[in-house]
């Protein structure tokens, strides 16, 4: 195994940090990661080819991100930090109810400022679009419900009632269908993307946070943070076929893009921080490596070739990379404090 090398980095960016990266003497991966970093109010960018990590102080504290489908947008949710606040991880605090989150929309290419400011629902936690690109849709967890945005005209086209505390969420490989961890109810909403209605509320287990659905559509894994363990839904029956034991509290999920694996990342608590990855094998639905990263995994992503996994520590403050291939941490990027949700652009 190559050793890593360190390489001291200065952001020019408009909150200037010095950022220590450790990257592998191999090829780095190309393409862009960006990252929500809860504890300081910035939103971070990394450009995997060179580990330049550039860091930008944004007007909410965002807690997702998301680039649009073709790569031209990043959408950050979150709140002020006056209204911000959470309890443990994976569940954000109930705020008044006159506290109104706010969708952020970026060009990718100048994070100073955002081009659009949009009302997002009471205490928004994750943003997703449509393939299209042309609809956001943001879980407004106070509210039990979605917020759906038109993007282009930057309007709020309606609300979608969920199960309680809506949480993370994704759409279906075809676009049909959205899937909505709900977080107090133990439940996952499965809804229509066309006519915007729930359709089902599918019983999961303790204290669903995240949904990945497998390439091929027929599964969708769900994180079950109070239970160390996955659920595993089958699309068809919309019923819980099986769960996998995990690490402690895990958080989000991602699979890779050959259906071969799903990558999970384990946060802990406050009071006792994880820092592993688990790499469930598909086929088998069973654990079959677990990657040690940093303190408070919690968001995941991979990239378009599915050769590298990128996980936030929330309380490292770092972003680790995981070659698929070997399973090892092959680098480790420091963004701004307290990394949460995670997003991959490609070149």
């Given at each position: 195994?190559?050793?890593?090398?360190?390489?001291?980095?200065?952001?020019?960016?408009?909150?200037?940090?010095?950022?220590?990266?450790?990257?592998?003497?191999?090829?780095?991966?190309?393409?862009?990661?960006?990252?929500?970093?809860?504890?300081?109010?910035?939103?971070?960018?990394?450009?995997?080819?060179?580990?330049?990590?550039?860091?930008?102080?944004?007007?909410?504290?965002?807690?997702?991100?998301?680039?649009?489908?073709?790569?031209?947008?990043?959408?950050?949710?979150?709140?002020?930090?006056?209204?911000?606040?959470?309890?443990?991880?994976?569940?954000?605090?109930?705020?008044?109810?006159?506290?109104?989150?706010?969708?952020?929309?970026?060009?990718?290419?100048?994070?100073?400022?955002?081009?659009?400011?949009?009302?997002?629902?009471?205490?928004?936690?994750?943003?997703?679009?449509?393939?299209?690109?042309?609809?956001?849709?943001?879980?407004?967890?106070?509210?039990?419900?979605?917020?759906?945005?038109?993007?282009?005209?930057?309007?709020?086209?309606?609300?979608?009632?969920?199960?309680?505390?809506?949480?993370?969420?994704?759409?279906?490989?075809?676009?049909?269908?959205?899937?909505?961890?709900?977080?107090?109810?133990?439940?996952?909403?499965?809804?229509?993307?066309?006519?915007?209605?729930?359709?089902?509320?599918?019983?999961?287990?303790?204290?669903?946070?995240?949904?990945?659905?497998?390439?091929?559509?027929?599964?969708?894994?769900?994180?079950?943070?109070?239970?160390?363990?996955?659920?595993?839904?089958?699309?068809?029956?919309?019923?819980?076929?099986?769960?996998?034991?995990?690490?402690?509290?895990?958080?989000?999920?991602?699979?890779?893009?050959?259906?071969?694996?799903?990558?999970?990342?384990?946060?802990?608590?406050?009071k006792a921080w994880d820092n592993k990855v688990s790499a469930i094998d598909l086929a088998r639905r069973k654990v079959?490596?677990?990657?040690?990263?940093g303190p408070g995994a919690h968001g995941v992503v991979v990239d378009d070739g599915g050769k590298t996994v990128f996980?936030?520590?929330?309380?490292?403050?770092?972003?680790?990379?995981?070659?698929?291939?070997?399973?090892?941490?092959?680098?480790?990027?420091?963004?701004?404090?307290?990394?949460?949700?995670?997003?991959?652009?490609?070149?």
């Amino acid at each position: 195994m190559n050793k890593p090398i360190k390489k001291t980095i200065c952001c020019a960016s408009a909150l200037a940090l010095m950022m220590t990266t450790e990257i592998s003497s191999a090829a780095p991966p190309g393409g862009f990661i960006y990252t929500a970093n809860e504890r300081d109010a910035s939103i971070s960018e990394i450009t995997l080819q060179t580990g330049l990590v550039r860091t930008f102080k944004s007007s909410i504290v965002a807690h997702n991100v998301q680039v649009t489908p073709d790569g031209a947008f990043l959408l950050a949710v979150g709140m002020s930090a006056e209204n911000h606040g959470h309890d443990q991880p994976g569940a954000q605090a109930m705020q008044p109810d006159s506290d109104e989150g706010t969708l952020l929309i970026f060009d990718v290419h100048h994070l100073e400022q955002p081009i659009a400011t949009l009302a997002s629902g009471k205490h928004p936690a994750h943003v997703v679009t449509d393939r299209e690109g042309q609809r956001a849709f943001v879980t407004s967890s106070e509210e039990n419900a979605i917020t759906v945005l038109d993007l282009a005209r930057r309007t709020v086209i309606g609300k979608t009632v969920t199960g309680v505390s809506p949480y993370g969420l994704r759409p279906s490989p075809d676009g049909r269908e959205l899937y909505v961890a709900n977080v107090k109810d133990g439940s996952v909403s499965v809804v229509d993307m066309t006519t915007l209605k729930a359709v089902a509320r599918i019983a999961v287990g303790k204290a669903p946070v995240q949904v990945a659905f497998t390439p091929d559509g027929r599964q969708a894994y769900v994180s079950l943070r109070d239970e160390n363990k996955v659920a595993v839904i089958d699309v068809a029956t919309r019923r819980v076929i099986g769960k996998v034991d995990v690490a402690r509290n895990p958080i989000q999920l991602y699979a890779t893009p050959d259906g071969k694996t799903m990558y999970v990342a384990n946060q802990g608590s406050e009071k006792a921080w994880d820092n592993k990855v688990s790499a469930i094998d598909l086929a088998r639905r069973k654990v079959n490596t677990t990657v040690t990263t940093g303190p408070g995994a919690h968001g995941v992503v991979v990239d378009d070739g599915g050769k590298t996994v990128f996980i936030t520590n929330i309380e490292a403050g770092t972003v680790p990379a995981i070659d698929t291939k070997s399973q090892r941490v092959t680098a480790t990027y420091s963004v701004g404090a307290g990394p949460n949700g995670i997003s991959y652009r490609g070149n």
